[in-house]
């Protein structure tokens, strides 16, 4: 028994002792002398959120380490990235259902637009350089090497036994750039045809191709990863997509249709996310940075068109416009574009419906 007692006045001892310490390291903290654990991490790392449709990948990828050197250098704060990549869609209504990122790229101006509406992005977003664009493309098609079907422009793809692939525009950005070339594609012959743009017309012609299709999936790039493993004879994708691949050795023919869309994607700042982090001054040199020549040509590499005009210029031989290129005011605008092809009783619906 007194061995016991002796044993536990020893404990009891040991945790006087120890309550001591802690509250002497408390107390420094307090006066001034505080742990370099509990400095505010701001203060040398700031964690920045990046939420990307997937296609931006592999160039965003490239970005990161060159921004994170650069900010190093300009403010001594070394940046940690955590990355989401998403079909745009996607993408847009995670972030808009609680996935916190603090800065955004998207396929498309309308998935902003939602985050906008969701309260999370300040509505003068546009207001920024190139109208809140980072990058742009075009829609292309690609087939495989040597162009066995002889494929040149959209109405090759409603001939009998094409098999076409491009992604479902009910979750991807990319596959409603591809939807607004197709269907741009049947207005721009229409009015060749009739003097004026005629959309029953070119609704008849989506509907066409579309009874080609093969495969409607999540994404742009899951879909050029059903084409590389084999499905489809062609498949309606964004210029960038296909030059990546074939830079990395893919044996594809590039098709630049003669009527088709120039692709614009947005990048914006989540402001309810960077406000409640306290990340808004790196998240908006990150969004600056990625407009800057160095940003761009990177892009460039990638295959993107740069907005950047000096350095689209240094590029222009390797991304030339097709005769009938047109840009989404052609269509009315991504307002009118929303609610005229992709509202629920919207022309692209009634294709799908088949009415």
């Given at each position: 028994?007194?061995?016991?007692?002796?044993?536990?006045?020893?404990?009891?001892a040991?945790?006087?002792?120890?309550?001591?310490?802690?509250?002497?390291?408390s107390?420094?903290?307090?006066?001034?002398t505080?742990?370099?654990?509990?400095?505010?991490?701001?203060?040398?790392?700031?964690?920045?959120?990046?939420?990307?449709?997937?296609?931006?990948?592999?160039?965003?990828?490239?970005?990161?380490?060159?921004?994170?050197?650069?900010?190093?250098?300009?403010?001594?704060?070394?940046?940690?990235?955590?990355?989401?990549?998403?079909?745009?869609?996607?993408?847009?209504?995670?972030?808009a259902?609680?996935?916190?990122?603090?800065?955004?790229?998207?396929?498309?101006?309308?998935?902003?637009?939602?985050?906008?509406?969701?309260?999370?992005?300040?509505?003068?977003?546009?207001?920024?350089?190139y109208?809140?664009?980072?990058?742009?493309?075009?829609?292309?098609?690609?087939?495989?090497?040597?162009?066995?079907l002889?494929i040149?422009?959209?109405?090759?793809l409603?001939?009998?036994?094409?098999?076409?692939?491009?992604?479902?525009?009910k979750?991807?950005?990319?596959?409603?750039?591809?939807?607004?070339?197709?269907?741009?594609?049947?207005?721009?012959?229409?009015?060749?045809?009739?003097?004026?743009?005629?959309?029953?017309?070119?609704?008849?012609?989506l509907?066409?191709?579309?009874?080609?299709?093969?495969?409607?999936?999540?994404?742009?790039?899951?879909s050029?990863?059903?084409?590389?493993?084999?499905?489809?004879?062609?498949?309606?994708?964004?210029?960038?997509?296909?030059?990546?691949?074939?830079?990395?050795?893919?044996?594809?023919?590039?098709?630049?249709?003669?009527?088709?869309?120039?692709?614009?994607?947005?990048?914006?700042?989540?402001?309810?996310?960077?406000?409640?982090?306290?990340?808004r001054?790196?998240?908006?040199?990150?969004?600056?940075?990625?407009?800057?020549?160095?940003?761009?040509?990177?892009?460039?590499?990638?295959?993107f068109?740069?907005?950047?005009?000096?350095?689209?210029?240094?590029?222009?031989?390797?991304?030339?416009?097709?005769?009938?290129?047109?840009?989404i005011?052609?269509?009315?605008?991504?307002?009118?574009?929303?609610?005229?092809?992709?509202?629920?009783?919207?022309?692209?619906?009634?294709?799908?419906?088949?009415i």
């Amino acid at each position: 028994m007194k061995q016991k007692n002796s044993w536990s006045l020893r404990l009891l001892a040991g945790v006087l002792v120890l309550s001591m310490l802690l509250s002497g390291c408390s107390n420094a903290g307090e006066s001034g002398t505080q742990p370099a654990s509990a400095a505010p991490a701001a203060d040398g790392e700031v964690t920045l959120v990046i939420g990307a449709y997937s296609v931006a990948k592999d160039a965003v990828g490239e970005i990161l380490p060159e921004f994170q050197q650069y900010w190093k250098q300009k403010t001594g704060q070394n940046v940690r990235f955590q990355e989401s990549y998403e079909a745009s869609g996607t993408q847009a209504r995670a972030i808009a259902g609680g996935f916190e990122a603090d800065v955004t790229i998207l396929s498309l101006e309308g998935d902003v637009d939602k985050l906008v509406k969701a309260g999370l992005v300040n509505k003068d977003w546009k207001e920024a350089p190139y109208q809140g664009m980072v990058t742009r493309s075009i829609v292309v098609l690609g087939t495989r090497k040597g162009n066995p079907l002889g494929i040149h422009q959209f109405q090759d793809l409603a001939r009998p036994g094409v098999k076409v692939l491009y992604p479902n525009p009910k979750t991807s950005g990319g596959a409603q750039w591809d939807i607004n070339a197709i269907y741009g594609a049947g207005l721009k012959q229409s009015e060749r045809e009739e003097g004026q743009k005629d959309p029953s017309a070119a609704k008849a012609f989506l509907e066409a191709v579309h009874q080609n299709i093969e495969s409607l999936d999540k994404s742009g790039r899951a879909s050029m990863a059903a084409f590389e493993y084999g499905v489809g004879d062609v498949i309606v994708t964004y210029e960038n997509e296909l030059l990546a691949r074939m830079a990395k050795g893919a044996q594809y023919d590039l098709v630049v249709p003669d009527d088709t869309i120039l692709i614009e994607n947005p990048a914006a700042v989540v402001d309810s996310y960077v406000d409640k982090h306290g990340t808004r001054k790196v998240a908006e040199a990150f969004l600056d940075y990625l407009r800057t020549p160095e940003a761009q040509e990177i892009f460039a590499k990638h295959g993107f068109r740069p907005v950047d005009e000096q350095v689209m210029k240094a590029h222009r031989s390797e991304y030339p416009d097709p005769p009938g290129l047109f840009d989404i005011q052609y269509l009315g605008g991504w307002s009118e574009v929303r609610s005229s092809l992709y509202s629920k009783r919207g022309i692209w619906y009634q294709v799908l419906a088949g009415i």
